[in-house]
């Protein structure tokens, strides 16, 4: 399948023309989410829109027309409790048919749709569902326990297997089958909310994210050019849809197109992800960097020569490392993409599979059609060729950004016409980026400036290696050295000689100044629930040792 050449399409992208080519409605005068990725496709009743594999349950397959019957009846059980238009409804449940429907309903209403991550303990939905004034969160009973200590928890919808006599709670299957399978969708308009997304948290408390309507046109353009979702592709996103990247490209991206998307319900495990490849057929995969190096670490799973059948694979929340790359390429026999975005303003910077351009190993690509991205100095001018600096969205140049600003205005992330997403690249002049680190994870020893994520990229070159986190520790000579956290993969010895070869390693790949002049061997990383390493746990860390 040839390729389209790349060009920076912000310059010259017409919004209208897309508008007019994927969506029925208008963000001027009136659209409905769901209506655009479920109900344009429903005309066709044979046409699959979800395959779910379960735990316990048996398989089941969904089309857009069963998805649209069952939105409408949830829109009606939400209309009979008083919600609608701008509401947060919110669901706390894996990766089930239900869960779909609760989305697909909400935005049916004209409703908000609040994702709640099924590993939140109580005080966590607590925050998200106290700041959005959520009017009803759907659960299921194995999840059910953790909104006991939720104070002034909304009203509960319960899917469960057996209702139980005097249970406060609304019983799901019940209700929905009260309810008419006619509801005509609620029409709102391009910059009303359809998501209210919280941040990942990796640094500092979580932030209010609402997505409007025409951040669809972005999705599709994701889809498209950088996922290259073709109608005969076997699509599945191992993502949680309780996090953007799941969300918004599990969920919503490719049933906008639609396609079908798979559900697995199973936790993530080299064993279930093979199984799952091979039961389905699945030729396009999108994965987060810890799948991959999951998949790598436990490389004795897959058999010598067995071919998988992918087309093509996508990554995306934390830096590709070249090592991870070799060994898609290799092992899983299709080559693999390394993607950049934010739950702010999904993808924005990609390495498209649909599009011609020169990939570099390890770097993150090129701006997203429709934006227009560049690397920021100290003084807000963008960098030259081979500088480093912080990365923004020049917004008065990039069409299809959509983010409109932190909910409740927890921190001001714009700067004249940028958007700063906190992000240090280096800008290779040719418009293409390679990440480096946040701006609070750059370590600075010795008056040098060391980013992470190419130390930790190092470490992982190494056969031991699983995973590796690296920090600034504090000290009174250098200003502070670096410090790695390092997993060692079960076969090794984490022991002085290894962590010796790691430093000589680092130092002959990096500089002298790059090598950690310590290494701690550790069980696990901390992260998020999404899998994004949480640097700042381990500065914290390393802070407390410097001072004791």
């Known amino acids: 399948m040839s390729k389209q050449p790349y060009q920076p399409f912000y310059d010259r992208f017409d919004v209208e023309a897309l508008t007019a080519e994927i969506l029925q409605g208008s963000p001027e005068t009136g659209m409905n989410a769901c209506q655009e990725i479920c109900d344009k496709w429903a005309e066709d009743p044979q046409r699959v829109a979800l395959q779910y594999h379960g735990v316990e349950r048996e ?22 409790k008083g919600i609608g238009k701008g509401d947060r409804v919110a669901a706390l449940l894996p990766r089930t048919p239900e869960l779909m429907v609760v989305v697909l309903g909400t935005l049916r209403a004209g409703a908000v749709y609040q994702p709640l991550f099924t590993a939140f303990g109580s005080g966590a939905i607590e925050y998200r569902l106290d700041r959005a004034s959520t009017r009803l969160v759907v659960t299921d009973d194995q999840n059910r326990f953790k909104l006991d200590g939720v104070q002034n928890c909304p009203p509960i919808v319960r899917v469960t297997r057996e209702a139980a006599s005097g249970d406060p709670d609304i019983d799901y299957r019940q209700t929905m089958a009260a309810q008419s399978d006619q509801f005509d969708p609620v029409m709102i308009l391009g910059e009303d909310p359809i998501l209210q997304m919280f941040t990942s948290g990796t640094v500092g408390k979580s932030k209010g994210v609402a997505v409007p309507a025409r951040a669809l046109l972005s999705f599709y353009v994701y889809m498209r050019y950088a996922i290259d979702l073709q109608p005969e592709d076997k699509y599945w996103n191992v993502a949680d849809p309780g996090w953007a990247y799941g969300l918004y490209y599990t969920v919503v991206g490719p049933l906008l197109l639609g396609a079908t998307t798979h559900f697995n319900e199973n936790g993530f495990t080299p064993d279930s992800t093979y199984a799952m490849i091979r039961e389905y057929g699945i030729t396009n995969l999108a994965a987060a960097p810890t799948a991959y190096r999951l998949l790598m670490a436990n490389d004795h ?11 093509l694979a996508s990554s995306a929340g934390e830096p590709l490392n070249p090592e991870v790359n070799n060994w898609v390429e290799r092992r899983l026999g299709c080559p693999v993409k390394d993607h950049y975005g934010q ?40 960098v030259g060729p081979e500088e480093t600096g ?22 001001d992330p714009f700067h004249d016409r940028y958007y700063l997403t906190g992000d240090v ?12 680190g946040r701006d609070d994870d750059i370590i600075t020893t010795a008056g040098y400036r060391v980013g992470p994520a190419d130390v930790e990229s190092t470490l992982l070159e190494h056969p031991a290696v699983a995973e590796s986190g690296v920090v600034g520790k504090p000290d009174s000579a250098r200003g502070a050295v670096i410090k790695a956290y390092v997993v060692t993969k079960p076969q090794y010895d984490a022991d002085e000689n290894l962590a010796d070869e790691l430093k000589e390693l680092v130092r002959n790949r990096l500089s002298t100044h ?4 310590e290494i701690e061997f550790v069980q696990e990383l901390p ?18 040792e410097a001072d004791q």
């Not at 969205?393 to 299809?400: G, T």
């Open 59 to 80: 398989p089941e397959r969904w089309t857009f027309a069963q998805l649209r019957d069952a939105s409408a009846r949830f829109a009606n059980l939400l209309k009979s």
């Open 301 to 311: 799973v897959l058999p010598e020569g067995e071919s998988m059948g992918l087309r």
């Open 425 to 436: 690249v280096i800008s290779h002049g040719d418009g293409s980026f390679s990440f480096t």
């Open 514 to 517: 790059a090598f950690p002049r």
């Open 527 to 544: 992260k998020t629930p999404s899998g994004k390493i949480q640097r700042f746990i381990l500065r914290n860390q390393a802070r407390e």
């Open 390 to 411: 912080q990365l923004a969205v020049d917004i008065h140049a990039s069409p299809l950004f959509f983010f409109q600003g932190y909910t409740w205005d927890e921190k």
């Open 343 to 382: 739950t702010e303003t999904g993808m924005t910077c990609c390495n498209h599979h649909a599009l011609d351009h020169e990939v570099r190993v390890g770097s993150m690509g090129f701006s997203l059609p429709g934006h227009r991205v560049v690397a920021l100095g100290g003084d807000y001018q963008e």
